[in-house]
């Protein structure tokens, strides 16, 4: 890794690259790990910029993993990242930060800031831009679809350059603090509980699967859904996912394994054992 000097440090041009390539976060959006493409991308001139021929593929592989946000608030998990990023490349040991963490919070950020992007753009700039367009276009008015693209555009892309630099500068500050008091490692903990609470949410709320089985006859037969919810709720979907985690520990291809999840779909509705 390269050592802490001033040729190192990000400066506004690097985060105003991290800015342009931020907008290609959807552009390679797949069913395996989402946005992470995008992310990588736009990365990847910080991380060159970081780490030394050798370290790099390492740093570029952690940003690979599954990512998926509102792309307009992506910029926030993107400063935060490079400072942490920055922070690891002029740690004076490899062992001294965990690159864990990086993943952790960018994690941990992805529902929150999800929520609150996709009300404000989503539920309310969009419909303000789409309100005002649409009734001038109705109208014949050419200014319909201008100010479509005005109203919506520009504030998205105000709040993306801004976070740009609220999270960077946000992350430096508060590694500097957790430094000076010397809970690094703590934040790396955090960070990984937080991660894992919001993979077992998703997994509950994204995998929609159950059963219509009906046990027994008569005027109030059993469904044996119910049990599986009575067990613990959102049962079927936690043992597919360990399925599916333990046949991509296996490197079982995901492409495979999306084809056997289509498969199964089928046959199951076919006969009745899945609904």
Known sequence: MTNSNESNKITKSDLR?????????????????????????????ILKKLYKKEDLPKA???????????SWVATLPLGISAAMEEKNANAA??????????????????????????????????LLATGIGASLALQGNILGPILFLLIFNIPTFITRYVLTGIGYNTGIGFLKQLEKEGTLSDLAYGAAI???IVIGAM????IGIHTP??????????????????????????????????????????????????????????LGILG
């Not at 570029?60 to 509102?70: A, D």
């Not at 963490?101 to 929520?115: C, D, E, H, Q």
């Not at 469904?223 to 360990?242: E, S, V």
């Open 17 to 45: 690259k991290l800015f342009w390539r931020s907008c290609s976060v959807d552009f390679s959006w797949n069913f395996e790990r989402q946005c992470s493409l995008g992310y990588a991308f736009a990365m990847a001139p």
């Open 60 to 70: 570029l592989k952690r940003h690979l993993e599954f990512f998926n946000i509102t």
């Open 93 to 126: 040991t490899p062992e001294s930060f965990d690159t864990a963490s990086i993943n952790g919070v960018k994690t941990a950020l992805m529902g929150p800031l999800s929520a609150i992007g996709d009300s404000f753009f989503w539920g309310t700039i969009r």
């Open 194 to 196: 937080m991660g894992l």
């Open 203 to 206: 997994t509950a709320t994204m």
């Open 213 to 270: 089985i009906m046990i027994g006859g008569g005027e109030n037969p059993y469904g044996l859904q119910r049990m599986f919810d009575d067990i613990m709720p959102a049962l079927l979907p936690l043992c597919t996912f360990g399925i599916v985690y333990k046949l991509l520990g296996k490197k079982v291809s995901p492409l495979a394994i999306l084809i056997g999840i289509f498969a199964v779909s089928i046959i199951g509705a076919l």
